[in-house]
């Protein structure tokens, strides 16, 4: 007998037909309708009990969590709320679950609770439906580049450069951290450690992915990235997964559109593919709304926010125009910023972004045009000598999603930030390769995945939309 899943047979008309199903169980009640779920659709399918195939020893194990298999005939539901149901002519308990010690009880459950069962709660409505989304758009992000032209290209995880410069790194190593061998002056030395040098976690695969764009023209990157910033916020994991495309001969418009086009596509393929998530997510939002302050309420429905960033085009604003609006803006006036911002060339704070984004333009915005010193050091530099090709996504409730740029292309200009910063060129080496030998122009940017499931999802913490979250003092699991 063939095995269907949930989601099938809740389409299918195929009615007295004998099935088979295996699930968990939400729900039990009146000792007859077992509300049966596998994790193929938010959905259960209710399952009816004919007493004259079962045994009051089966009936006590149908709890909450037990794992079963159904037999029956699929039939044509009485009932309120479903179209088709199963007459369960078998019923075989895979796997038992004891009521008094099983967390997901079905009643509502606080998030803090779920993320300290973080095992479990994938069988929650919640996060079914959350990471089921995230699967989605995991496909649609690699649908996107792939049918755009685009090769996927795995850089490495460990690597030996700090691509950001902010050197908020995990270190990689096999040393002995009792008793490392040492340099004369104290210092451990590395060389002899596993791989001869210092390596760490990468916290982004732009450098190498730009070597091959070089090579390729279009790649793009989609995975795990590592940052060890303390920043216990509910938009920071320490780590995450990013995807980075890098285009060759774009220039940053390119990149901006390109940024655009790509988060439109993505959403767009959700919204078609993961209706029943979204519905149900849409109406959680609505619900925890009701518990907020008016002020701190969504204007919006979730399905309306995702069709609003389709259906818009993103706001392109320079940092320098930025400034301006944020100088002269009520908070800034009335002293509610954290961070005032009383001169140009003082980087922006979520506050501030949020501000532009949800209070002023009331759309996602594309920043561009930063201050050298506030970005780093690959950035192309603009004519007037202070500002880089930078370009940062923000959308509302989120700040952040996108951080990219114009990559500089010249050997000479690149060489002398490098120096600037006080990073050994030789560490480089290869990196300044590519602007040696057949330099251009070229563009890419870095999207946060998590940023982006939790825009789509409507989920408050960033914990929530990463199976098992890395952040400080968190790596249970
Ligand atoms: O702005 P970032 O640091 O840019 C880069 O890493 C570039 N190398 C990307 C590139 O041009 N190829 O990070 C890119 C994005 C941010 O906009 C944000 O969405 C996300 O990565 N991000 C984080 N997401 C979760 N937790 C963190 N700690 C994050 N840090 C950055
Ligand atoms: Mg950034």
Request: with cysteine.
């Amino acid at each position: 007998m063939k095995r269907y899943n949930v989601a099938e047979l809740l389409q299918s008309e195929d009615f007295l037909q004998e099935v088979t199903i295996k699930g968990w169980v939400r729900t039990f009640r009146s000792n007859r309708f077992i509300a049966l779920n596998d994790g193929s659709t938010i959905k259960n399918i209710q399952c009816v009990i004919d007493f004259e195939n079962t045994t009051e020893d089966i009936l006590k194990r149908i709890t909450t969590g037990a794992a079963l298999a159904i037999k029956g005939t699929l039939e044509e539901s009485q009932g309120k709320g479903q179209t088709v149901e199963i007459k369960v002519t078998n019923i075989e308990i895979l796997g038992d679950s004891n009521p008094d010690e099983y967390p997901i009880q079905p009643k509502k459950h606080s998030l803090e609770f779920l993320r300290e069962n973080a095992h479990l709660r994938g069988r929650t409505n919640t996060f079914s439906a959350v990471m089921r989304v995230r699967s989605a758009l995991s496909f649609a992000v690699h649908q996107y580049f792939v049918s755009n032209g685009f090769y996927n290209l795995h850089t490495p995880i460990i690597t030996g450069s700090d691509a950001e410069g902010a050197g908020e790194m995990f270190r990689v190593s096999t040393l002995d951290q009792k008793n490392p061998p040492l340099n004369e002056d104290g210092t451990i030395d590395y060389k002899q450690d596993f791989f001869g040098k210092e390596t760490n976690l990468t916290v982004s695969g732009q450098l190498e992915a730009e070597t091959y764009a070089m090579a390729l023209g279009k790649v793009y990157t989609f995975g795990p990235t590592f940052r060890a910033e303390n920043s216990n916020t509910s938009r920071h994991l320490a780590e995450f997964w990013m995807i980075e495309p890098e285009v060759a001969f774009n220039n940053l418009d390119d990149n901006m559109d390109l940024s655009e086009d790509f988060i439109k596509e993505v959403l767009k393929y959700v919204l078609e593919n993961c209706k029943d998530d979204l519905e149900f997510l849409a109406q959680r939002l609505i619900q925890e709304d009701k518990s907020k302050p008016a002020a701190q309420r969504s204007e919006m429905s979730l399905l309306e926010k995702l069709n609003f960033v389709i259906d818009n085009n993103f706001k392109r604003v320079s940092y320098t125009e930025a400034i301006e609006i944020l100088r002269n803006s009520k908070p800034n006036k009335k002293k509610k910023f954290k961070y005032p911002i009383n001169e140009w060339g003082v980087d922006l704070q979520s506050e501030h972004e949020r501000f532009l984004v949800e209070k002023h333009f009331k759309c996602p915005v594309i920043l561009f045009d930063y201050p050298a010193n506030i970005k780093a050091f690959y950035m192309r530099l603009n004519e007037d000598g202070k500002t880089v090709r930078a370009m940062d996504v923000l959308f509302p409730g989120i700040g952040e999603i996108v951080g990219g740029s114009q990559r500089e292309e010249r050997l000479d200009v690149l060489k002398e930030k490098i120096k600037a910063l006080g990073i050994d060129e030789k560490e480089l080496w290869w990196y300044l390769d590519t602007r040696k030998f057949g330099t251009a122009i070229h563009s890419g940017f870095g999207l946060g995945f998590e940023r982006l499931v939790q825009f789509t999802t409507g989920m408050g913490n960033i914990r929530d939309v990463i199976p098992f979250p890395r952040a400080p003092l968190s790596a249970e699991f």
